[in-house]
DNA sequence: GCATGATCATCAGAATAGCTGATCACTATG
DNA sequence: CATAGTGATCAGCTATTCTGATGATCATGC
């Protein structure tokens, strides 16, 4: 070893450095760590000769070796240094086990409000120590950007397309209702073309779920033609109650114990919009973040289809 | 390896793991640390073996292998614990140079007073870094136990007898001079008789100083009869010089600037007293200890001798 | 389309390091 | 003076680790 530097030295010989000083004698610190003491006189000797100093002095008889004012505070380092890497050695147990980590996930209005807090609390129960932070958007596609460049881990979308460069979990559907004040008798469903014999309000046309519900229209033959316009959900919702006209809305954004509103179905309905859960191809998932994978999907599952 | 943990981890792994963090390939990486593409290869590999995790996501293609969010946090764990290794290995190099280290020297009253300031000095100047811890008493048998408990790493004492199981220095004689309110003409030297024609001031008889200096007075035929006896020595000085009476004391002790003091030379003078540095015997002295060992010893000569 | 070049993995063999088991030297203790 | 307990040392075996060559994969450029 011509280099004279820690940097080369096996954890085993600062282990052994600490046996010695807990158990006394050379022999007994080979006996504790399983090894002979010829091992130990020799990973201490490597050692003394790494650090470049006397750790011990030997009395050369039949006494023990007792620690120099150098070797003790090597001692100090070696501890520190060998509670770290056990520190690191926990912390892994607890990475592979999938109960600890950060975790960031990428969610947008109505998926925050429905679903999330669904999997946040299986979450704490099955893995409280994981750290989810939470990134809410409503731009899908600032969220695509996201899980493309790893800054966040996984994301919820709607509707994504095929790309190579992500992997997609299909959560479930969520179908599209028109909200309508309630009246009695109530109705179940209501066709297509029964949404222009009312005013109708939306969101704003920039919103990437208005877009959605704009193209769904389109698509089944009518344009819709919006007497108001709101960016909260619930403000929609809101102006639906006092009668100021109809909503198309995805189910998941509905309050749906709202008692002065009714929830039609459409008759045919549109095509449901898909909840997915996105994430970066070809990545490993943080233990933390496959189970929220698992649990999202569980938890979707039953969300959304006891809902369609 | 039936066990996976990282305290059979060497070093150099985790060194691959951060080299590669730093250079963005496993062959980079392995260029900067000497080692071959292969080496490193094989580094991560039981770096994940012993994890029991994957820390790289490959590509499978002519792209660097990326860390998955595992491998950032192991990364940085392995980046925190090499550090500490480092600083293990600057502290180690400051203590090979002795510029470093936790000193603790044995003391009394007269040494520190005049020998150590200087030693003290000598060791700013010239090991700055190091951290000189004083234990001052004046029970010299107190000193002498604690330098055999490994208490103290070495400490001034006086006229210590040959033992085994210490090591001792001699750092020079202090004579005993006698102190007199100054007078004109001033005499220069007195008689170990002239004393008993004045009240002498002394301290009391069980401090260690004390009894040496009875035994050096005794030994040359007269039995001193203190007439006040104080603990301080700058009591002892400031009762002469009010007139009270004369003082036998070891001319370290002595405030040689005190222009209303007379110091007179005994003549035949009493066998001076050995100003001794100890140590325990065959322990290494930390670096910075051999330093100071040094240094003393040439203040001492200087001092003692300058003064004899 | 195909060659090129970059990625990392894998394998066999050589070099190195580490451990064992036996022995030695030393000395405090009874 | 014999005994027992200390650590050091040495030779040889084993395990680990590095090298050097090769393989597999695939993005890129011609």
Redesign the pocket.
């Given at each position: 070893?011509i280099m004279p530097s820690l940097r080369d030295t096996?954890p085993?010989h600062l282990a052994a450095l600490v046996a010695?000083a807990d158990h006394g004698?050379?022999?007994?610190a080979?006996q504790a760590l399983?090894?002979?003491?010829?091992?130990v006189?020799?990973?201490?000797?490597?050692l003394e000769r790494a650090a470049g100093v006397a750790l011990?002095d030997?009395?050369?008889?039949?006494?023990?070796?007792e620690f120099t004012s150098t070797g003790q505070i090597v001692l100090e380092w070696a501890r520190r240094s060998l509670a770290r890497v056990d520190q690191m050695d926990a912390q892994l147990d607890l990475l592979r086990r999938g109960r600890s980590g950060q975790l960031i996930v990428g969610t947008f209005q109505s998926a925050s409000a429905e679903l999330l807090p669904n999997i946040l609390g299986a979450m704490r129960d099955h893995v409280p120590d994981v750290d989810v932070q939470l990134d809410e958007t409503d731009d899908l596609d600032a969220l695509m950007r996201e899980v493309l460049q790893d800054e966040i881990d996984l994301a919820f979308t709607i509707d994504a397309d095929d790309d190579p460069r992500i992997e997609i979990d299909l959560l479930g559907y969520d179908p599209f209702v028109v909200l309508a004040p309630a009246e009695r008798p109530a109705r179940q469903f209501v066709t297509v073309a029964d949404l222009n014999t009312r005013p109708l309000i939306g969101q704003p046309g920039d919103e990437t779920g208005q877009r959605l519900i704009d193209q769904r229209l389109t698509g089944a033959g009518i344009s819709p033609d919006y007497a108001y316009r709101f960016r909260n959900n619930a403000a929609v919702q809101s102006m639906v109650r006092s009668g100021m006209g109809w909503a198309v809305m995805p189910s998941l954004a509905v309050d749906h114990d709202d008692p002065d509103i009714a929830v039609l179905r459409l008759d045919p309905p549109l095509h449901p919009r898909a909840i997915q859960l996105i994430r970066r191809s070809g990545r490993t998932l943080l233990p933390a973040a496959a189970d929220f994978r698992s649990i999202a999907k569980k938890v979707g599952r039953g969300l959304l289809e006891a809902r369609a």
């Open positions: 070893m096996d085993r010695v004698t050379f022999a007994r080979a399983g090894f002979t003491q010829s091992a006189s020799q990973q201490i000797a490597q011990f030997r009395p050369k008889g039949p006494r023990p070796a």
